[in-house]
């Protein structure tokens, strides 16, 4: 079949059939690709981030009792020094339970609790 045999309206709507199944094909590849890209963002919301924000939680109480360690070494003041105290048990006290959370509940393979363990 030679398109130039076609008279032009036949040939115009073969075209645009043949147009038109090609954006048909077009869109279910998006679909399918979309649902793809759905099911990759669920699994970084649901295993990705919780763990990650429970890290950072980790790392500001870490500098917390860092900065506060320090402030008791460099203050000669008695008053200065137990409040700073508190504050170090306190962000020590918040460094467990949420290191405890992250061990207990966010840890999904054997070699995240090797690493854990090493830190």
């Known amino acids: 079949m030679n398109l ?23 869109g279910a590849f998006s679909y399918v690709q979309v649902g793809e890209l759905r099911s990759a963002e ?28 320090i402030r008791m070494l460099g203050s000669t003041d008695p008053s200065v020094k137990s409040a700073s105290q508190a504050k170090v048990r306190k962000a020590m006290e918040t ?16 070699k995240d609790r090797a690493q854990l363990d090493d830190a």
């Open 95 to 110: 460094l467990q339970s949420r290191s405890e959370y992250y061990r207990q509940n966010l840890i999904t393979s054997d």
């Open 42 to 69: 669920q699994n970084i919301e649901e295993k990705s981030l919780p763990s990650i924000q429970v890290v950072d939680d980790i790392q500001i109480a870490l500098l917390h009792a860092r900065l506060e360690s």
């Open 4 to 26: 130039r045999s076609l008279n032009i309206a036949r040939r115009a709507a073969f075209c645009f059939g043949v147009i038109t199944l090609l954006l048909i094909g077009l």
